[in-house]
Structures are given as structure tokens and as C-alpha cells.
């Protein structure tokens, strides 16, 4: 049996007054999101992974083969024969080349080292073509993103680190580049590792997250587990926390132009997406966007209510607040809640509840839809 | 019509001063720019010295040094079977040692300015570090490296305590136009004064405006 390739790493490092000491196992296969607030240390790991932070100290071991060793030999493998992408929050393109140049600049080096690559399926699924005469300096914020993915792409990388690509850029042009990337280990077979501290993001791209917290390893797996999971806390967001569901196209109204989509045995309506019935989906839920009821609600705007029953409540001490997690037809939902809505319904685990869901974004899954779409009920 | 010893010695000084503080001046720049070591500000303070030493000073020293009782005085007598002193080469590494300061430190501020960023891109575009020197680095300071330049050049030229103390005055050899101005005053010669003091005073000028000109375009993004 072989077992799945992974990166396994220990590290510790100490940079000024600031900790980071992480042990953990990522799969080397479609998306890993390192999530976590300014100074959890998301960036400096990442960077420790490409080599660029030389004063870590510990282990590094890349499907079996050692990046970095402190015992029993001093064992470190410099940036430039890790043979990983790394796309950086500030682009970094090279402001005295074009953009051809800076693209170029990576091919030449990766077949120096016999990576052979087909640059033209890059160029085109990148739309780089009418860019390649331009200077960086000229570039727009996500043009330049796409070329500095489309320039590590072109190393053949074993592994692409992201980190934060798109934290400089507007909503729409996230949207516009969102896709590309969650494309990028069907496409181009590369693993990814993507810092980020947007829910949002994590949601829409991500198959496995590890949250980091001050230095340390606070949980790591699925998205959809983790992201459920309610004893994190303000690690995985107050505002921005939400679940995730698998639902699958039922069919579509043209009439109110609204599609049907099964979650579980339960239906959901969204605003007509492009798919066809049958096609998966992935929906992404906000605790702040559901309310809870103890009967039926009638007579009201909202269209999406699931029955279920609380599995969990969390209450935050010193705040007006508590988080629930309600578990209904395929899947679970989280609700931020009063905690006086807590007392006043007499919510508790066990509970019988309605959930109305005031919004649903689409994070992902269907390969026609650019941006996130928001219903309002 | 002036006697062009003088001017062909000192565009030789200059010229070989200036290609030799390249090679040397740019990895100490380099480091200088780039490293953490708790050393770098006595390094600085060296390299800086002599912008402030009086010309006579580093002159006096280094003709001491010249001598072949020292090891590296005597070292050069058995390689060449003369002094270093009161000789071409001599003035060579006194003139090194002299513009070390203006090849260092314009180099320094240009490395400082690329930082590190475009280099860790380089590195992880499987650049290895000489590599991503001369492809990214040495051309995002290449103004750095002219201003570098011109400044040694420029300021070579205009030598004069430190010649005068180790290099004295042989035509042909070691007498460079300032020695040959002050040798033209000395002797009431002040036709030849003039000619040559014009001369440098119209190139140095010449020399800076060129330098203030290539530093006032706007940085980067070159065509």
C-alpha cells in the first residue's frame, strides 16, 4: 500500500517576541488553506516551506524527501531546489522586464532543469496574450496576480504556495481570479497551499484548512468539519463564521428565475445559477444569516427554512452573543444568536427548530458561475 | 600645447582604479547592503574612513606599509623586483583605497533600494543566488552602478595629497595632472596652470551634471 503523499513538517521559529510552533501533515493534493488572523503566523510557515526563513528550526520532509532537518544531520535544502511556486501578497514581478520577460524568465529556468512545460495552455487559460509587452508597473493589481500565478505555473512547480494573492485587490476582481485558482490542481495537477484570512475564500477554494492561532496549530481538517466545528471560536470568525453544504442542482424556474437545489431531502432556491441538474454544489451559509424559530414560520418572505434540531450551543461570556449548531437535512448549519434569543426561546440541545437562511453564497462548483451570488429572503 | 603625460597617467589611474573597485566594491556593497551581522557598523565606519581622513594622512600610512620592510612591501619586491611605492601600481591600490568610499556607498543605497523581495522571487523561480544577481539585482541598481562609476572615476581624477605622498612625481609614471598643476604654479608656469585647471574644472562639472541628469529620470521601468 502506498500511502497518499503529504508534506510533513515540525518546525519552530523565533522572530523577535513572536512563537510559531507547528507540527502537522498537509496533503499534497488539491487545495490546503492555512487560515488564521494577522499574526497567527499563516505567512511566516508558508515561508518557511519555500525556504525564504532561515532561522526555522526543525524538520521538512516533502513526500519522503528532506527539505530541512535539524538531527541527525543539519540538512537545508535552498529555495531554488524545493521546486515549489510561490505566489506572493505584492506580486514581486520583476519591474525592469515585460511581462513576457518575467514570464520567460521562468520557463528558461525550469527547462535548465529539464522541467519541460507547455507554456501556450498557460498563456491562454490566463489570457496573458494581449499583456506580454506591457511593464509591471503599468499592469492593473489583478492583472498583475495573474501573471504572477501564470509565472510560478511555469516553473512546474511540485507544490504552489499562495500567499494572500488576492488581499490587494476589489470584490470584483477577486471574483474575477477566483476561479482560476480553484481550477489550478485539476488543471495544471499541482497541489496548493493558500494562506488566507478570509472566510469567504476558504469556503469558495479550499478541501482541507488548518487554522493557526499565535504560533500554533489550532485544529486542521476538512473545510466543511472545521468550519462547523464551534469550540474554535473567534479563530474561524465572529461575523465572517458559516458552514458549508453539498447540494446538488434540481432544476430551474425560468419563470422567477430561481434554481432548485437538494440538500439532502430538503429543496433550497438560489437564483437561477448555469448547471445542469445533477451537478454539485457548494453553498456556503453565514451564522449571522440564519434565524432560528420554534414553529414553522408563516406568511413570510424568507424561502429557504430547514427543520432540525440543535446539537450544540456555545455561549461567548461578556457578549451579547452565542453560537448554535443545528443539524438539519444533509448537513449542519450554524446560527449566531442573542444570547437573551437563547433564554427567551428556551433553546437547548436536542431542540426541534426552523432554520431560515436569509443568504446562501455559492462557493464554488460550478465552473460557469464567476462570483459568489448573494439571495436575499 | 600641453605636455600629455600627465593627462594619459591620470586617465590610466582612473580607469584601472575604477575597474578594479568594481570587482572588489560591489560584493562589499553587497554584503553591507544585505547582511545582520552585528559588525556591518564598523565595516561601514571603515569603508567610510577615507571621506574624512586627511589625504596625507592615508598617504603616510600607506607609504609605510609600501615599505619592503613590511610583508606586503616585500612580497612585491620579490613579485616585480621593485617598491610599491613611487610607482604606477602603487598609486593604483592608494587610489582603490582612496575612492573606496564613493564606489561602496552609491552601490550600497542602490542594493538597499531592490531589497529583498525581488531576489526571494527570483530564488523561488529556481534562480540560484549568483544567478538572480546578475539577472535581477544588478540590473534593478544598474543606475546605482553608473553613478558608482563615475563618482570613483571623477573623483580619482581629482587626487592629489595621496599621489603626492606615495607616488611622488615621475612623468610618465606617476605624475598625474594635479601634481602637474601644483609642479606649473611652483614654477610661476601659469599658461599651463590655466589649461590644465580648466581642463578638470570642465570635466568635473561635466562629470556631476551627467550624474544628477541620470538621477533625476524616473526610476525603473527602463525601455
Known amino acids: ?377 | 600645447m600641453p605636455d600629455l603625460g600627465p593627462i594619459l597617467v591620470t586617465l590610466a589611474l582612473a580607469t584601472i582604479t575604477t575597474l578594479l573597485l568594481l570587482i572588489m566594491g560591489t560584493p562589499l556593497a553587497w554584503w553591507l547592503a544585505y547582511t545582520r551581522s552585528r559588525f556591518k557598523p564598523v565595516i561601514e565606519a571603515i569603508t567610510a574612513l577615507p571621506l574624512v581622513l586627511p589625504p596625507t594622512v592615508l598617504g603616510f600610512y600607506l607609504l609605510v606599509l609600501f615599505s619592503p620592510n613590511t610583508l606586503l612591501g616585500s612580497f612585491w619586491v620579490t613579485v616585480t623586483g621593485s617598491t610599491l611605492a613611487f610607482s604606477f601600481a602603487g598609486l593604483v591600490v592608494a587610489s582603490m583605497l582612496y575612492s573606496l568610499p564613493f564606489m561602496v556607498q552609491p552601490l550600497q543605497t542602490a542594493f538597499e533600494a531592490v531589497g529583498r523581495e525581488p531576489l526571494e522571487a527570483a530564488a523561488t523561480l529556481g534562480a540560484a543566488p549568483q544567478d538572480a544577481f546578475f539577472s535581477v539585482a544588478a540590473p534593478m541598481a544598474f543606475r546605482g552602478f553608473l553613478t558608482a562609476s563615475v563618482l570613483t572615476f571623477a573623483h580619482t581624477i581629482g587626487e592629489f595629497g595621496v599621489v603626492l605622498m606615495v607616488g611622488g612625481n615621475i612623468p610618465g609614471r606617476t605624475r598625474v595632472i594635479s601634481i602637474a598643476i601644483y609642479e606649473h604654479v611652483e614654477t610661476l608656469n601659469y599658461a599651463e596652470a590655466h589649461v590644465l585647471s580648466a581642463g578638470l574644472l570642465i570635466f568635473s562639472f561635466a562629470v556631476l551634471v551627467a550624474v544628477y541628469a541620470l538621477n533625476r529620470r524616473s526610476p525603473l521601468n527602463v525601455g
Request: with cysteine; glycine share 8%; hydrophobic share 45%.
Open chain 1, 1 to 377: 500500500m502506498w500511502d497518499d503523499p503529504v508534506l510533513s513538517l515540525d518546525i519552530r521559529i523565533g522572530i523577535a517576541a513572536f512563537e510559531l510552533a507547528v507540527e502537522h501533515e498537509l496533503p499534497l493534493a488539491g487545495i490546503t488553506a492555512l487560515f488564521g488572523h494577522s499574526g497567527s503566523g499563516k505567512t511566516t510557515l508558508l515561508r518557511i516551506l519555500a525556504g525564504l526563513e532561515r532561522g526555522a528550526e526543525g524538520s521538512i520532509a516533502f513526500n519522503g524527501e528532506v527539505w530541512q532537518a535539524t538531527a541527525p544531520q543539519k540538512v537545508f535544502v535552498p529555495t531554488e531546489l524545493r521546486n515549489v511556486g510561490y505566489v506572493f501578497q505584492d506580486a514581486r514581478l520583476f519591474p525592469h522586464m515585460t511581462v513576457a520577460g518575467n514570464l520567460t524568465y521562468a520557463e528558461q529556468r525550469a527547462r535548465r532543469r529539464g522541467n519541460a512545460i507547455d507554456s501556450a495552455t498557460v498563456y491562454a487559460r490566463f489570457g496573458l496574450k494581449p499583456l506580454m509587452d506591457r511593464h509591471p508597473a503599468t499592469l492593473s493589481g489583478g492583472e498583475r496576480q495573474r501573471v504572477a500565478i501564470a509565472r510560478a505555473l511555469l516553473t512546474k512547480p511540485r507544490l504552489l504556495l499562495m500567499d494572500e494573492p488576492l488581499s490587494a485587490l476589489d470584490a470584483r476582481r477577486k471574483a474575477e481570479i477566483l476561479p482560476y485558482i480553484s481550477r489550478l490542481p485539476t488543471d495544471f495537477g499541482v497541489p496548493v497551499v493558500y494562506v488566507t484570512h478570509s472566510v469567504d475564500e476558504v469556503a469558495y477554494l479550499a478541501d482541507t484548512m488548518v487554522v493557526l492561532s499565535e504560533g500554533s496549530k489550532l485544529a486542521a481538517g476538512p473545510v466543511a468539519e472545521t468550519l462547523a466545528r464551534l469550540d474554535l471560536g473567534p479563530a474561524t470568525g465572529r461575523f465572517e463564521a458559516g458552514v458549508l453544504l453539498e447540494a446538488t442542482v434540481v432544476q430551474h424556474d425560468k419563470l422567477y428565475h430561481l434554481t432548485e437545489l437538494a440538500l439532502g431531502g430538503a429543496a433550497l432556491f438560489v437564483p437561477l445559477i448555469d448547471a445542469a441538474p445533477g451537478t454539485g454544489i457548494r453553498l456556503r451559509v453565514r451564522a449571522r444569516d440564519v434565524v432560528l424559530a420554534i414553529r414553522r414560520p408563516v406568511e413570510i418572505s424568507s424561502c429557504n427554512i430547514l427543520s432540525g434540531k440543535i446539537l450544540e450551543i456555545v455561549e461567548e461570556p461578556q457578549t451579547a452573543f452565542a453560537e448554535t449548531l443545528v443539524e438539519v437535512e444533509g448537513g449542519r448549519l450554524r446560527a449566531r444568536l442573542t444570547r437573551q434569543a437563547v433564554a427567551d426561546l428556551n433553546l437547548h440541545g436536542g431542540a426541534e427548530v426552523y432554520a431560515m437562511i436569509k443568504s446562501i453564497s455559492l462557493a464554488g462548483g460550478v465552473s460557469t458561475v464567476a462570483r459568489a451570488v448573494d439571495v436575499d429572503g
